[in-house]
């Protein structure tokens, strides 16, 4: 099982991102999907996640992102986005796509397969 994170960087205040997961090693399209973040000096932080096709695709969010940022999947390419727009300084951290075979969790345990991340740094 691999999950390769990338997109991260350095952006502004009010900017956006994209962060890709491209999955290999298990059917995708069984899997649930998530982002999960960690500041420096704090502990790994719930992002978003999507449930795998047959759970039709349900997404959620932290209330700490949700309607700036967007999770989706692509099944064909076996690939994980997060869309994030009007970054805050406090969004940085490194971004880790973890993937699950069962229904979506809200946590950050519980997660069977692990990226090795990526940063995003948020600052003018």
């Known amino acids: 099982v691999q999950l390769v994170e990338s997109g991260g960087g350095l952006v502004q205040p009010g900017g956006s991102l994209r962060l890709s997961c491209a999955a290999s090693?298990?059917?995708?399209?069984?899997?649930?999907m998530s982002w999960v973040r960690q500041a420096p000096g704090k502990e790994r932080e719930f992002v978003a996640a999507?449930?795998?096709?047959?759970?039709?695709?349900?997404?959620y969010y932290a209330a700490s992102v949700k309607g700036r940022f967007t999770i989706s999947r692509d099944n064909v390419k076996n690939t994980v986005y997060l869309q994030m727009n009007s970054l805050k300084p406090e969004d940085t951290a490194v971004y880790y796509c973890?993937?699950?075979?069962?229904?979506?969790?809200?946590?950050?345990?519980?997660?069977?397969?692990w990226g090795q991340g990526t940063q995003v740094t948020v600052s003018s």
């Open positions: 999507i449930s795998w096709s047959g759970g039709g695709g349900s997404t």
């Open positions: 973890a993937a699950r075979l069962g229904v979506a969790v809200t946590t950050t345990h519980r997660w069977d397969y």
């Open positions: 090693g298990f059917t995708f399209s069984s899997a649930a």
